[in-house]
């Protein structure tokens, strides 16, 4: 006994010595200074000292958090997902819908790329999400080189972009003002899992900072991912690691690698175009269509506001106002401003305009909400008497939220400090800047 308790506290002690992250170099992703970030223990952040971006982010527990968060978030997904969701009653008719029934309603009405929509948003990244983070973690706890480990670790991070729990709770709330004046509505338990299952993704997604886990990946399979800066080397701007300009992909994290992204602007232009073109199609067309035996309701997304809004609905009229109108014009806008800025002159100091970037990238993934909407409305009518339909604009619609989702991809952002640089010192700056300062 005396034995076990003794490797316990060795494996204990072993693992808080090696979650530290080394004193090392690393240019940021969003401004591109060159940053000294010194040596950071559990719960150390490392911030970069011009644009402010939190570039290198320690735990405070490390090791066993994640595996808690992603445990715990897999035992409530296994209920959120076999549990009722919500129950309508309209006309005598009632519909008992479980998150897996509203997919298989969709499947059966023939809309079946809302079903996958649903599918990979909801439910097929989060748990593919958890279950990874559960094996790397898992991996990392045992200091133990799991087959496909640094795959795995790629799979995971990048797969944090595309969970939208979140979306698809508020979803429900807007969709449940618009079923309660029709319907009798009943929440299940699911629904009350879901905010929970949200906040429990997001906390797992957070304890999970990808530099300090592909430190610790690349310890345990035997060679340190940090190398030291130099003219030949390129600091990866995602996984922040410098590597040989001579590697086309990340040796650490697989993504290209550049000092700065490969025709940025003309390809987040064309993105841009492209998404505000569409945008046209999206409000002309019909979003949804809904029919009963006294009416058929034929909407395009601004008149669906109006009616809403007449009809007493303000919060949910303003709620869909926010989503389908302003959310992608006010992108669209930005998005127009930081091109402009990277191959003009930008109207705000580059850090303003560094703001806008992250404040734009961030919140394009609420525009589905109007997707979701019209998801849960389908399969709550789907009845001969009550039936909702999306109409063309709905797939315009998701169209325009992705083409303006890759045109911020596609934006570096630091092409506007360069532009800022090049116009105080009248030349164009390559690369990095020449001083280096510490990280705050
Ligand atoms: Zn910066
Ligand atoms: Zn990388």
């Known amino acids: 006994m005396k034995t076990v308790y003794a490797y316990r506290r060795w494996r204990r002690a072993s693992l808080q010595e090696h979650a530290a992250l080394p004193a090392h170099t690393l240019d940021c992703p969003e401004c591109g200074k060159r940053v000294n970030v010194p040596r950071l223990l559990q719960g150390h952040t490392a911030n970069c000292p011009r644009c402010g971006h939190m570039l290198v982010r320690v735990e405070g527990n490390p090791f066993w958090a994640p595996l808690a968060y992603a445990s715990a978030s897999l035992i409530v997904m296994a209920f959120a997902y076999t549990m009722m969701y919500v129950t309508v009653s309209l006309a005598g008719v009632t519909s008992i819908l479980t998150l897996p029934e509203m997919m298989r309603q969709l499947i059966v009405q023939d809309f079946g790329f809302l079903a996958e929509v649903m599918f990979v948003l909801t439910f097929g990244s989060p748990l593919l999400f958890l279950l990874l983070g559960i094996y790397v973690y898992t991996a990392l706890v045992w200091e133990k080189p799991f087959p496909g480990l640094l795959y795995a670790t790629r799979v995971l991070v990048r797969l944090r972009h595309v969970i939208m729990v979140d979306v698809f709770f508020i979803s429900t709330l807007v969709a449940y003002i618009k079923l309660d004046t029709v319907s009798v509505v009943v929440f299940g338990e699911a629904f009350y899992l879901m905010p929970v299952l949200a906040v429990l993704l997001l906390r797992t997604s957070v ?130 401003v930081l091109i402009w800025s990277a191959y003009f002159s930008p109207p705000l100091p580059a850090a303003k305009m560094t703001l806008m970037y992250r404040i734009t990238e961030s919140i394009g993934r609420w525009s589905m909400i109007d997707i979701f909407v019209i998801i849960i409305l389908m399969s709550a009518f789907h009845t001969h008497t009550a039936r909702v339909v999306p109409g063309e604009a709905s797939v315009y619609f998701c169209l325009v939220v992705v083409l303006t989702m890759l045109s911020a991809y596609f934006f570096d952002p630091r092409l506007i400090w360069d532009k800022q640089k090049s116009l105080q010192t009248g030349r164009q700056q390559a690369g990095h800047d020449a001083d280096t300062e510490q990280a705050v």
């Open 207 to 336: 304890s999970m900072p990808q530099h300090w886990v592909y430190y610790q990946i690349h310890r345990i399979l035997g060679h340190s991912a940090v190398q030291t800066a130099s003219d030949n080397r390129i600091c990866c701007s995602r996984c922040l690691y410098f590597r040989d300009e001579s590697e086309d992909d990340c040796g650490v994290c697989g993504v290209d690698l550049y000092r700065r992204r490969p025709k940025s602007l003309s390809l987040s232009l064309a993105f841009l175009i492209a998404a505000f073109l569409l945008y046209f199609p999206a409000n002309f067309f019909p979003i949804m269509i809904s029919s009963n035996p006294t009416a058929l309701e034929i909407n395009t997304i601004l008149n669906g506001i109006v009616y809403m809004w007449e009809d007493g609905d303000r919060l949910i009229a303003v709620i869909i106002f926010s989503a389908s109108v302003v959310v992608p014009v006010a992108k669209i806008a930005a998005m127009l």
